[in-house]
């Protein structure tokens, strides 16, 4: 069965980092791209992050570039997004995907897999 499990959400301050983790098992994760995704209450849910199934072709939405970054590690099944410099708009449900393919996409409707999901919630 193939899974995707967020972790590391949780309640920060401003300015402060955190790093979110995703654990993928059932699938040929290293032939996969990854993305991130997150939706606030009450708005839909956008595009955060993406790479491809080698580590490259990373593209990072405008909203938080320069502030966040996608890695993965193939030989532990692990994609991660690091979050700097946060900020209340950037609480959310944030989600793990994989996509159709090899290559990243923005699009959420790429990806054939997704996560639960981990609450992160930036305080002012």
């Known amino acids: 069965q193939a899974l995707l499990v967020e972790s590391g959400g949780g309640l920060v301050q401003a300015g402060a980092p955190l790093r979110l983790s995703c654990l993928a098992s059932?699938?040929?994760?290293?032939?996969?791209?990854m993305g991130w995704f997150r939706q606030a209450p009450g708005k839909e849910r956008e595009f955060v992050a993406t790479?491809?199934?080698?580590?490259?072709?990373?593209t990072i939405a405008d909203r938080v570039k320069g502030r966040f970054a996608i890695s993965r590690d193939n030989d532990k099944n692990m994609v991660y997004l690091q979050m700097n410099n946060m900020t209340p708009e950037d609480t959310a449900v944030y989600y793990c995907a994989a996509a159709r393919g090899q290559f990243p996409s923005d699009l959420a409707i790429n990806y054939k897999l997704w996560g639960q999901g981990t609450q992160v919630t930036v305080s002012s």
């Open positions: 790479i491809n199934w080698r580590g490259g072709g990373i």
């Open positions: 059932g699938f040929s994760f290293s032939d996969t791209g």
